[in-house]
T-cell receptor, first 114, second 116 residues
Framework: AQSVTQPDIHITVSEGASLELRCNYSYGATPYLFWYVQSPGQGLQLLLKYFSGDTLVQGIKGFEAEFKRSQSSFNLRKPSVHWSDAAEYFCAVGAQGGGNKLTFGTGTQLKVEL | GAVVSQHPSWVICKSGTSVKIECRSLDFQATTMFWYRQFPKQSLMLMATSNEGSKATYEQGVEKDKFLINHASLTLSTLTVTSAHPEDSSFYIC????????????FGPGTRLTVL
């Protein structure tokens, strides 16, 4: 069975600083990988996804993520954080042939200091 | 992108009553929908897979008699929390893929259930 680890429960960055949120997965084959963002009391919005091909994936709101098979990682990055980026970020993995079922990490709460 | 709605967005009920939550795919058909539960400041836990025209598939540890799922049409799935108790209070979120297989899940905005 697949699993996802997000080592950082909370991260605080200053507005304008760069950001990297870590995600490690466990899966026997090439996984489908996703990053979602959740604002308080809201559902999840897809930031980006990786299925195959180019390992550097561009998403919405200036986010990108890089799939590194050797490290079983799919870290999310943004070069310059905006105050509106403060939210909860979830990494998720889906199994090929798994019928779209997703396994989520525990999430990273991002706080942005002005 | 595809849109998934949920109704109601929040509900408060008395212990022992049943509550129905609707999940609709607004601009696409979904033969499969998923129901998640999220406790405060925690991750989403998959509860069950809702299958149009057949029985739902429940994850281990989820009581199927407690959480009744009906996938009435290609655009509607309902989750009924039966005989709700305070420990059922949670944030319930549904999702649906626009296509089967390799595809993105689109999530509803969630339903906050509070059982008094």
């Amino acid at each position: 069975a697949q699993s996802v680890t997000q080592p950082d429960i909370h991260i605080t960055v200053s507005e304008g600083a760069s950001l990297e949120l870590r995600c490690n997965y466990s899966y026997g084959a090439t996984p489908y990988l996703f990053w979602y963002v959740q604002s308080p009391g809201q559902g999840l919005q897809l930031l980006l996804k990786y299925f195959s091909g180019d390992t550097l994936v561009q998403g919405i709101k200036g986010f990108e993520a890089e799939f590194k098979r050797s490290q079983s990682s799919f870290n999310l990055r943004k070069p310059s954080v905006h105050w509106s980026d403060a939210a909860e970020y979830f990494c998720a993995v889906g199994a090929q042939g798994g019928g779209n079922k997703l396994t989520f990490g525990t999430g990273t709460q991002l706080k942005v200091e002005l | 992108g595809a849109v998934v709605s949920q109704h109601p967005s929040w509900v408060i009920c008395k212990s022992g009553t049943s509550v129905k939550i609707e999940c609709r795919s607004l601009d696409f058909q979904a033969t499969t929908m998923f129901w998640y539960r999220q406790f405060p400041k925690q991750s989403l836990m998959l509860m069950a897979t809702s299958n149009e025209g057949s029985k739902a598939t429940y994850e281990q540890g989820v009581e199927k008699d407690k959480f009744l799922i009906n996938h009435a049409s290609l655009t509607l799935s309902t989750l009924t929390v039966t005989s709700a108790h305070p420990e059922d209070s949670s944030f319930y979120i549904c999702s649906a893929p626009q296509r089967e297989g390799k595809d993105t899940q689109y999530f509803g905005p969630g339903t906050r259930l509070t059982v008094l």
